[in-house]
């Protein structure tokens, strides 16, 4: 999981998280998420649900 930083593809990423607030799936395999308002995000499948 990543948020928008400096060496980006700015225009990909807000095509992608236009309207999102959640995290969302970047890659071809749904792997990578980008988490558009930079906020934080408790991730319930993650083992210890860390945030």
């Known amino acids: 999981m990543f948020i928008r930083g ?3 593809d700015f225009e990909f990423l ?4 236009a309207g999102y607030d959640a995290p969302v799936p970047v890659d ?3 792997k ?12 319930p499948s993650a ?4 945030t």
Do not use: D, S
């Open 6 to 8: 400096n060496h980006e």
């Open 14 to 17: 807000a095509e992608a998280g």
């Open 28 to 30: 071809a395999y749904q």
């Open 32 to 43: 990578i998420l980008y988490l558009p308002n930079g906020g934080r995000f408790t991730c």
């Open 47 to 50: 083992p210890l649900g860390w």
